[in-house]
């Protein structure tokens, strides 16, 4: 989204909170116009975690239903206006409830539920003919170490039989597909995201700081 799209429709917010504030138009409405707005800029995604978040509350997925939360909780003074909320799912917000964003960001029960939602497939293949192949996960971004080093072009793994196939650049097989060699070893899969979230923890100022600097740059096109 632009900038200046940005801008114009979080001001179309502004202004119809103010009507409502003039009973112009019901609370709910105006809400719901705001947080649809940032679940669509957030592409669907809480702000604070990858779950995909639900309008409305869905049997079974109720903690994934979608929130206006708000960066600094209002009971430390934090304003209930566009510029200091974003969509967040309903753990999240139940979680954060009056916690500053810097300590909830580390909180050990969000890392916790990041890593319980966050499980990778045990075996995929990047070949789309394969009963393997998972586009969502491929795009969302694999590390994959073989006995604790971290493999770059990784083909194909599997955890539970404890391999990987390696691409090898240039050569390709008869129907297009590229060469592999087998490596055998220890296979760890993590989401890349998953991945460089455990270490924000080792370094959380420097975390919260890339989060701050997201929420500035929210507003610049994807
Ligand atoms: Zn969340």
């Not at 087998?182 to 899969?189: A, I």
């Not at 998953?194 to 994807?222: G, H, T």
Request: charged share 30%; with cysteine; glycine share 4%.
């Amino acid at each position: 989204m632009q900038r200046k799209e940005f801008d114009q429709k979080q001001r179309e917010i502004d202004l119809a909170w103010q009507a409502h504030m003039a009973e112009e138009e019901t609370d709910a409405k105006v809400r719901r116009r705001w947080l649809l707005f940032y679940v669509e800029h957030q592409d669907q995604k809480c702000a604070y975690y990858h779950v995909r978040l639900k309008i409305g509350m869905v049997p079974g997925l109720e903690d994934r239903q979608a929130t206006i939360d708000h960066i600094l909780p209002r009971s430390l003074g934090g304003e209930d206006s566009t510029q200091n909320t974003l969509a967040a799912c309903a753990f999240c917000n139940v979680l954060k409830g009056s916690t500053k964003l810097s300590d909830f960001l580390i909180d050990p029960e969000l890392v916790n539920r990041i890593l319980k939602i966050s499980e990778c497939p045990q075996h995929i293949s990047s070949d789309p003919s394969s009963k393997h192949y998972d586009a969502r996960s491929i795009a969302r971004g694999i590390s994959v170490t073989v006995d604790h080093i971290e493999l770059k072009n990784v083909f194909e793994y599997s955890v539970p039989e404890n391999w990987v196939k390696l691409k090898l650049e240039k050569t390709k097989t008869r129907n297009g597909q590229p060469m592999t060699v087998l490596k055998r070893g220890k296979v760890s899969v993590i989401y890349l995201d998953v991945r460089d979230r455990l270490r924000a923890m080792e370094a959380p100022k420097r975390y919260v700081n890339q989060f701050r600097q997201w929420l500035l740059e929210r507003s610049q096109p994807s």
